[in-house]
């Protein structure tokens, strides 16, 4: 007899079958929740909220540029692209200035990015200090189901990012860069 090697998520998924095997099937989901909304102006409303999350939001018809001159305002010289991402350790990225990601999807009524496995490993946007991130407008939704419409179990983990990682103690003293990035700039262009 051969052994099958068995994963810790298989087996305890397995589990969980084993356990359900003859119970009723769960109801209905209702789904009457608000899919969309109408707003004059999607992407200034993104700009808004990003922006109130302590992030610098600008506008850009050329995101190159934009991006060349977010990384020198804040003196990033080392930076790294998500195809340049060799497997890198923590310390490896930690020494990194920044690093410069698109999105999957940007949520306007929260002020919300969204990544994916195509902006890279998660590791690479909570390590370094600065995440640059270009939004292209039609990327930009109003709401969350929206988003989620959007979106592909197949793309693999999701982040979802809303402004620069922040915190606050007991006393409600505000603390930066704790789980993330302590900067982080949106660059909003057209297209790339």
């Known amino acids: 007899m051969v052994a099958v090697a068995v994963t ?9 079958r084993d356990a359900l095997a003859g119970a009723p099937a769960p109801p209905a989901v209702p789904r009457e929740y608000r899919r969309g909304a109408q707003y004059d102006d999607v992407v200034g409303l993104f700009e808004e909220r990003v922006a109130d999350y302590r992030a610098n939001v600008r506008r850009a018809g050329n995101a190159e540029s934009a991006v060349r001159e977010a990384l020198a305002e804040h003196h990033a ?7 340049d991402d060799r497997g890198l350790t923590a310390h490896e990225l930690d ?4 690093v410069v990601t698109s999105c ?9 990015i969204v990544l994916s496995a195509a902006q890279g490993r998660r590791a690479i946007t909570l390590v370094p200090d600065l995440h640059v991130c270009v939004v292209e407008e039609p990327r930009i939704v109003a709401t969350v189901p929206e ?8 793309s693999g983990p999701l982040t979802f990012v809303a402004g620069p ?3 606050s ?8 860069g704790v ?8 660059i909003i262009t057209p297209t790339l």
């Open 169 to 176: 103690d007991i006393e409600l003293s505000r603390v930066e």
């Open 147 to 154: 988003a989620l419409e959007r979106l592909s179990p197949a």
């Open 165 to 167: 990682s922040a915190t």
């Open 95 to 98: 020494a990194l200035d920044g």
């Open 77 to 83: 010289e080392r930076v790294l692209m998500p195809g």
């Open 179 to 186: 789980h993330g990035p302590r900067r982080l700039e949106v």
């Open 8 to 16: 810790a998520k298989e087996e305890m998924l397995g589990r969980i």
């Open 104 to 112: 999957e999807v940007a949520i306007a009524e929260t002020g919300t």
